[in-house]
């Protein structure tokens, strides 16, 4: 089944403990990205990748990284956490073809303590 | 912040009735996109229009856009209980692949 998968579904943490979210998709997509969601004020990117070592800055990076070693993997990485991150968060994969749907994870949600 | 604004916020309907909800975005674009939520899983694609087009339809669904106006509507006819969901658009920022949501529209459809 075509998908993206992230994990962990649920996290709690403390402010500044370093976590991965994962994110792996099996379509074959060039293009991935993280958003995060919040109440009133919808989806925001964070990053996106267009390919295999390629990223770039979405509306909101501040306080994450993300890396993009495979073409079917694109973590995020929050190096320390602060409860103003506390929200959830989606990644999404798509073909490189901007008329394309975009295919979303079933969520993250982070809270920081 | 070039984040797109949807109205309603919010919408309750019967039944039965149509739902339209708006769309404004800021920047020139490829293309714009609606997506729906139910309740805080991932957004799913429902429909796509490109910036040459003023008019699609996909089933119940029927979107405009007015690239003049830099707005889209949606309209879903014959809304039944199963389409509560929140509602997004989204745009691609030309010359680039960002992509930019809505703040969403939550549609109640009451049985």
């Known amino acids: 089944e075509a998908q993206v998968t992230q994990n962990p579904r649920y996290l709690i943490t403390v402010t500044g403990k370093k976590l991965t979210v994962t994110c792996s998709q099996n379509m074959n997509h060039e293009y991935m990205s993280w958003y995060r969601q919040d109440p009133g004020l919808g989806l925001r990117q964070i990053y996106y990748s267009m390919n295999v070592e390629v990223t770039d800055k979405g509306d909101v990076p501040e306080g994450y990284k993300v890396s993009r070693k495979e073409k079917r993997n694109f973590p995020l990485i929050l190096e320390s956490p602060s409860p103003n991150q506390t929200s959830l968060y989606f990644c999404?994969?798509?073909?490189?073809?901007?008329?394309?749907?975009?295919?979303f994870g079933n969520g993250t949600r982070l809270t920081v303590t | 912040s070039q984040q797109g604004e949807e109205d309603p916020q919010a919408l309750s309907i019967q039944e039965g009735e149509n739902a339209t909800m708006n769309c404004s975005y800021k920047t020139s674009i490829n293309n714009l996109q609606w997506y729906r939520q139910n309740s805080g899983r991932g957004l799913v694609h429902l429909i796509l229009?490109?910036?040459?087009?003023r008019e699609k339809h996909s089933g119940r669904l029927r979107v405009t856009l007015d690239t003049s106006k830099k707005s889209s509507s949606l309209l879903i006819t014959a809304s039944r209980a199963a389409d509560t969901a929140s509602y997004f658009c989204?745009?691609?920022?030309?010359?680039?692949?960002?992509?930019?949501f809505g703040t969403g529209t939550r549609l109640k459809v009451l049985a």
């Open positions: 229009i490109r910036s040459n087009e």
């Open positions: 999404a994969s798509s073909l490189r073809d901007r008329g394309l749907p975009i295919h």
């Open positions: 989204a745009t691609d920022v030309t010359g680039t692949y960002k992509y930019i």
